[in-house]
């Protein structure tokens, strides 16, 4: 097998990785609007397998790439496609490299999406938690306004989960 090869099938299982991380994504972003932790645990260790899997195809693909930019005459520990597309002479390797750079750059640049609406999802999540909290350990804001300051009262203010005045 040839390195060009080797590097086609490299970038193929980037990209069927990083669309599986996709998919796991919009899978996170149904169960954080059920509200199923359970269900979350589950996908994040699934992702954290995807994500170690990603971290040694980038590697192998690293090595792959150093492996023909010295058989071009260059030195790079960790090139991009972009760098090879432009080193390559081969006017099929050029195609065939920006094809796999564009697939790639589109599946990240969704991924990216997909993670920033999930991490918008938890964090109004959190909120919400937050809210509940707030209203069950009920923080009375008249103490705070109408009190006096400097009594111990506000300085070891001890606030109980349940409303001990209920």
């Not at 397998?49 to 005459?73: N, Y």
């Not at 972009?82 to 750079?101: P, V």
């Amino acid at each position: 097998m040839t390195k060009w090869h080797e590097l086609y099938e490299l970038l193929d299982n980037l990209i069927q990785l990083h669309k599986a991380l996709y998919t796991l994504a919009v899978q996170k972003k149904d169960v954080l609007i059920k509200g199923d932790v359970d269900e979350l645990v589950a996908i994040t260790k699934q992702e954290q397998k995807l994500i170690q899997a990603v971290g040694s195809a980038e590697e192998a693909r690293q090595a792959v790439a150093a492996h023909l930019f010295a058989s071009l005459g260059f030195t790079r520990d960790n090139g991009t496609l972009s760098d090879l597309i432009k080193l390559t002479t081969s006017a099929e390797e050029k195609m065939r490299l920006t094809t796999y750079r564009d697939e790639l750059m589109r599946i990240v640049s969704e991924l990216r999406d997909a993670n920033e609406l999930n991490q918008q999802l938890l964090e109004q999540s959190l909120s919400f938690v937050n809210m509940t909290l707030n209203l069950i350990t009920d923080a009375p804001e008249d103490d705070f306004i109408y009190g006096n300051p400097t009594a111990e009262a506000f300085r070891g203010s001890h606030r109980s989960f349940f409303n001990t005045k209920a």
